[in-house]
């Protein structure tokens, strides 16, 4: 513990030393030359999710596509549920002979496992489309990036959503989005705008 208390102390000694020795700047000065060296950009992505025509396209697609597995899931389960009461009721009413009942009783496991088998299933579907889409989006995101700071020659580019404070000053989102919708070529893909592309060539 002692040991640790000197390192400590020793270090910031060390560095007291240091900063003694360097030539000092004034604040103004300090500033401008880190803002000179390094330029600094963010954008919202909730803003382009919400604007971007493409997420525009997808999303009430995927949205369509998990209503549609939702429904599907609901309506085997409501009758399974239903099957499950009529056996049920017919075995109170000695419907079946055992052997019977333990093949009507069999049937119904497998229904049930069938229907827990096609839930993870069509999870597992929407699951990979969407991180298709978002790869998708991310990639459009990053391919005009790349462009745009061509000329901007920005340090950094990060999202807003990680950070404490943001000048507005420094806030390039609607020229991500508009490069962005510029580029995108409506009710389709970026990957099937590349593949048009090369097509027409």
């Given at each position: 513990?002692?040991?640790?208390?000197?390192?400590a102390?020793?270090?910031?000694?060390?560095?007291?030393?240091?900063?003694?020795?360097?030539?000092?700047?004034?604040e103004?000065?300090?500033?401008d030359?880190?803002?000179?060296?390094?330029?600094?950009?963010?954008?919202?992505?909730?803003?382009?999710?919400?604007?971007?025509?493409?997420c525009?396209?997808?999303?009430?697609?995927?949205?369509?596509?998990?209503?549609?597995?939702?429904?599907?899931?609901?309506q085997?389960?409501?009758?399974?549920?239903?099957?499950a009461?009529?056996?049920?009721?017919?075995?109170?009413?000695n419907?079946?002979?055992?052997?019977q009942?333990?093949?009507?009783?069999?049937?119904?496991?497998?229904?049930?496992?069938?229907?827990?088998?096609?839930?993870?299933?069509?999870?597992?579907?929407?699951?990979?489309?969407?991180?298709?889409?978002?790869q998708?989006?991310?990639?459009?995101?990053?391919?005009?990036?790349?462009?745009?700071?061509?000329?901007k020659?920005?340090?950094?580019?990060v999202?807003?959503?990680?950070?404490?404070?943001a000048?507005?000053?420094?806030?390039?989102?609607?020229?991500?989005?508009?490069?962005?919708?510029?580029?995108?070529?409506?009710?389709?893909?970026?990957?099937?705008?590349?593949?048009?592309?090369?097509?027409?060539?």
């Amino acid at each position: 513990m002692k040991k640790s208390v000197f390192m400590a102390v020793a270090a910031v000694l060390a560095l007291a030393s240091c900063n003694n020795q360097a030539p000092k700047m004034d604040e103004k000065t300090q500033k401008d030359s880190v803002q000179n060296e390094m330029k600094i950009a963010y954008v919202e992505v909730d803003s382009i999710m919400s604007q971007y025509k493409f997420c525009k396209y997808m999303e009430p697609i995927l949205e369509k596509k998990a209503q549609n597995s939702r429904n599907t899931l609901a309506q085997k389960q409501q009758s399974l549920q239903a099957a499950a009461a009529k056996f049920q009721q017919d075995l109170q009413n000695n419907k079946y002979t055992q052997q019977q009942a333990e093949q009507v009783n069999a049937g119904l496991q497998k229904q049930n496992a069938d229907l827990q088998a096609l839930a993870q299933r069509l999870d597992n579907e929407l699951a990979n489309e969407q991180q298709k889409y978002l790869q998708a989006v991310n990639d459009s995101i990053q391919h005009f990036l790349d462009q745009y700071n061509k000329t901007k020659k920005f340090a950094f580019i990060v999202t807003k959503n990680g950070l404490l404070y943001a000048d507005k000053a420094y806030d390039i989102t609607n020229d991500v989005i508009n490069g962005l919708n510029k580029a995108y070529k409506g009710n389709t893909t970026p990957e099937k705008a590349k593949e048009e592309k090369k097509d027409k060539k």
